[in-house]
């Protein structure tokens, strides 16, 4: 199938132009492709499901350190690269991705000098390596595109992500056979250059690709872009599944498919944001307020490096106008809820040890330490409730780090995650 790639540079993604008639079309004709999925997943079942059920038993109930999963996704904006890594100076985060796409050469120039920027302010970068049609079509030109790639970041960026959101077609790839074809070459070529990859990068709740991708491709780290569900809280179920029973399911499959533990990488997530127009990447009920996004990513961060499963989430991305942390419209930038959210979770996060998951019918209460400090984040699922805790509080703050008021050891739980600290 031949159809032009059109970029819409205000959501940093590619139009959907194939025609929904052409794609069942294309659907049809490989339906073996679906076949030899449906086998490889059958031959899996069993091991993946008794390692779920196992996952699932001990998710939340074990000591989980959480070194430094907190991770922004950045973009070279028009010689602002400066104030981008003050920004990441002020919310502390270290752990960067950079999207560099294989039909903009000429932006390569760019790229390396914005890795090389982060690279001498201690951050650590990651490429992501962005496919088109083209790609799959001419093998050379994606072979091309790596060489120049790793031969230009090897000496200065951790590691590549080898593809993206493959399986949506608007990114040129139309079933996991074409993936393929552009891993295998990255993962003989990253012999070369001694560099690591990341893959496969699969997008959303479609986990029945990964046996068949990582039958074929050892990569050192296991991404996924993982959209819980955008109509609604990271809590809320799609299919019966929400962000934990994903995320566990999800490191089954993985562990289940390649016989070993597997660090696993979410490498994008957010939450597009209301009254952004053309700049939200989604239309309609994904949006949310910037309050809602700034609940999410907390909530969200929480739940997953909380499980133990996840060693570090990317959230895409610092500086966009339609979901970014930071609203790039304008001359000045601001900073959005999210950023200041960020940066709590950040500041009280990093370094600590999560003890325990708290049981309660209608709240989420995350206990932690951090040297001599023991603390619980919490909010509610619904609607708020009071909760009186059995030790001493001597401080709570609230989402975005600002000290608020409580009353005889009671704190108003509601959406918001807040900071409880005890004596």
Avoid at 26 to 34: G, N, S
Avoid at 194 to 218: M, R, S
Avoid at 361 to 373: D, I, N, V, W
């Amino acid at each position: 199938m031949h159809f032009l790639f059109e970029w819409n540079p205000y959501a940093d993604q590619p139009h959907n132009i194939a025609p929904r008639k052409e794609r069942l079309k294309h659907h049809f004709r490989h339906a073996d492709t679906y076949f030899s999925l449906a086998a490889s997943n059958l031959r899996r079942a069993a091991p993946v499901l008794t390692l779920y059920r196992k996952y699932r038993k001990k998710m939340y109930k074990g000591q989980v350190q959480i070194d430094d999963p907190f991770s922004l996704s950045v973009s070279p904006l028009g010689g602002r690269e400066d104030e981008i890594v003050s920004l990441l100076d002020e919310i502390d985060v270290r752990k960067t991705l950079i999207r560099i796409f294989s039909w903009e050469s000429s932006g390569l120039a760019q790229c390396q000098k914005f890795s090389k920027l982060l690279f001498s302010r201690d951050k650590e970068v990651t490429l992501a390596l962005l496919q088109n049609r083209g790609d799959v079509i001419s093998p050379s030109r994606w072979s091309s595109f790596l060489e120049d790639v790793f031969s230009r970041f090897h000496s200065h960026v951790s590691f590549f992500e080898v593809g993206h959101a493959w399986n949506r077609t608007k990114w040129g790839v139309w079933d996991y056979k074409e993936y393929l074809r552009l891993a295998r070459p990255a993962a003989n070529l990253a012999k070369k250059y001694g560099v690591k990859i990341v893959g496969p990068a699969v997008i959303d709740f479609e986990f029945h690709l990964y046996p068949a991708v990582l039958a074929e491709v050892t990569f050192d780290k296991i991404s996924s872009l993982l959209y819980v569900d955008r109509m609604g809280a990271p809590e809320k179920k799609q299919f019966g599944w929400d962000t934990s029973r994903k995320i566990a399911l999800l490191k089954a499959v993985v562990d289940g498919s390649t016989k070993r533990s597997q660090d696993l990488w979410i490498t994008e997530v957010n939450w597009p944001l209301k009254g952004t127009g053309k700049y939200s990447p989604a239309s309609g009920k994904p949006n949310v307020s910037e309050e809602e996004q700034a609940d999410y990513l907390v909530r969200y961060y929480i739940l997953c490096v909380c499980s133990g499963f996840v060693q570090r989430v990317y959230w895409w991305q610092l500086v966009a106008p339609g979901y970014g942390l930071v609203d790039s419209r304008g001359g000045e930038w601001r900073k959005r809820p999210g950023f200041y959210a960020m940066k709590a979770m950040s500041a009280h996060l990093k370094g600590s040890t999560f003890l325990k998951k708290i049981d309660h019918p209608q709240a989420e209460l995350f206990s932690f330490s951090r040297g001599k400090k023991n603390f619980v984040v919490c909010w509610s699922r619904n609607s708020a409730v009071a909760y009186r805790f059995p030790r001493k509080i001597v401080r709570v703050i609230n989402r975005d780090g600002k000290e608020i008021s409580c009353f005889e050891n009671r704190v108003e739980i509601d959406g918001s995650p807040k900071y409880v600290f005890f004596d």
